[in-house]
Structure formats: structure tokens, C-alpha cells
């Protein structure tokens, strides 16, 4: 099982933690999460509802999400630690 971890714009880079989102689905290749997850972004990507920046645009998180979702991973919330 391949796990993607996608972590927002980088801030307060001395923190010891973040948050991240985690997105998991058993017997995915790596080829087909970038794949799903380039999808998602597209279709999230402008969304009028909770935003967060991005390289090109602004991201609607809950709509990426739910497009995980629909695609069959699951979403859920980790941390990472920043050294």
C-alpha cells in the first residue's frame, strides 16, 4: 500500500510538527495516486468554499478531499516532524 502525504505551503519552518493530510489505498501504484491526485487538484483548483494557496491558484481542500474519497483512498490527518 502506497501512502501520499501532501503538506501545505511551507510556514514557520522552525516548528517541531505539522499537520499534514494522508492519503491511503491499498494496492494503488505511485503512478496512479499522481494521477488521482493531479485530478482532484484540477477539479478542486478555484472552488469557492475553504481555500488553501497553491503554487498556481487557490485549492478547495474539503472538494480535493472528497474527490480522494470518491476515488477510494482514505483521508485523514497526520502529523510530521520538521528537523
Known amino acids: 500500500?502506497?501512502?501520499?502525504?501532501?503538506?501545505?505551503?511551507l510556514s514557520g519552518c522552525?516548528?517541531?510538527?505539522r499537520d499534514q493530510w494522508v492519503y491511503a489505498k491499498p494496492?494503488?501504484?505511485?503512478a496512479q495516486q499522481r494521477q488521482d491526485e493531479q485530478a482532484c487538484r484540477e477539479q478542486a483548483v478555484g472552488s469557492l468554499e475553504i481555500k488553501t494557496a497553491t503554487y498556481g491558484g487557490t485549492l478547495n481542500r474539503?472538494?480535493?478531499?472528497?474527490?480522494?474519497?470518491?476515488?477510494?483512498y482514505g483521508v485523514s490527518m497526520g502529523s510530521m516532524s520538521l528537523r
Do not use: D, H, L
Open 1 to 9: 500500500m502506497i501512502v501520499a502525504t501532501v503538506v501545505g505551503v
Open 27 to 30: 494496492g494503488v501504484t505511485e
Open 14 to 17: 522552525g516548528a517541531m510538527g
Open 62 to 72: 474539503e472538494a480535493f478531499n472528497e474527490c480522494m474519497r470518491s476515488r477510494g
